[in-house]
């Protein structure tokens, strides 16, 4: 029987821990201070957001939003975040993906001070991933790590397959996993054979961006699959890059969707508000 894994328990385990690292915090006078930035009123940028705001509420983070409208310049966002950074107050920046087309999102996450980027999409934290020194990581990979090790699954000497290269989950999980000593095969759209590939794996993290793709044929027996993708299937209901119920009966241990990775993403956000405030 798969051992399902619980990403609401564990987020929750680490909402607790930063609660009582922010209260010691705040015993010598430091307070946190997150600033989330929205451009336009995407509906799901804006549960997102919201989503954000009350697990600062939960852990005693201090939040800060602008809500500005679609038609707002980049001369305008780029501003307000050269604003921010010098606000000894702001301790993280977080501008909310996707933004609008006439704005180019690789110059606003550039304009981020590399400290105060919690997302870890800078270049200059993403280099530092690369070369395995301490900056700030892309959530959703480090929370996969997070589910990994609370789980005791180990990761050294394992055989990890990655399935997508995007910069925001798979480059970061590949160099995440190289540094728990896993050995690392990423595929994507241009693989032959992927099948055969991710059958090899110990190890199979999912973030392709297909609803239901990856099926039993494609996972090695006691195999351990994260499922980074969420999707909306044609009965509205919410489902993963992987189909659940073809894989489930085969593997070790698995994620669902929801309830899986996606609660990490903003307890590991809630992770890098309180690493900027210890650095």
Do not use: W
Not at 73 to 100: A, F, K, T
Not at 124 to 145: D, E, F, M, R, Y
Not at 185 to 190: A, R
């Amino acid at each position: 029987m798969a051992t399902i894994i619980d990403g609401k328990k564990i987020s929750g385990d680490i909402k607790n821990e930063l609660k009582d690292k922010v209260a010691k915090l705040n015993e010598k006078n430091i307070t946190i201070t997150l600033c989330v930035i929205q451009v336009g009123n995407d509906s799901a940028s804006s549960i997102y957001v919201r989503n954000k705001k009350k697990a600062c509420e939960e852990i005693g983070i201090r939040s800060i939003s602008y809500e500005l409208p679609e038609e707002t310049s980049q001369e305008e966002l780029i501003n307000l975040i050269q604003e921010l950074n010098q606000r000894p107050d702001i301790n993280g920046i977080l501008v909310q993906l996707p933004l609008p087309k006439h704005i180019d999102e690789d110059t606003i996450i550039k304009t981020i001070s590399p400290e105060k980027d919690v997302d870890g999409f800078h270049p200059l934290n993403v280099g530092k991933l690369s070369l395995g020194q301490k900056g700030l990581v892309s959530c959703t990979p480090a929370g996969v790590i997070q589910l990994l090790k609370r789980y005791n699954i180990p990761i050294e000497g394992k055989e990890c397959v990655i399935v997508g290269r995007s910069n925001i989950v798979g480059k970061p999980m590949s160099m995440l996993m190289l540094k728990e000593n896993a050995t690392v095969t990423i595929c994507h759209s241009k693989t032959k054979n992927l099948a055969e590939v991710t059958k090899r794996a110990d190890i199979l993290i999912v973030a392709m961006g297909k609803p239901k793709f990856i099926t039993g044929e494609y996972v090695k027996e006691g195999a351990v699959v994260i499922d980074v993708g969420i999707h909306r299937n044609e009965n509205n209901k919410i489902c993963g890059d992987v189909d659940f119920d073809d894989v489930v009966d085969k593997v070790s241990a698995i994620t669902p969707v929801p309830g899986g990775v996606g609660p990490m993403t903003i307890a590991m956000l809630m992770h890098n508000c309180v690493e900027t405030a210890m650095n």
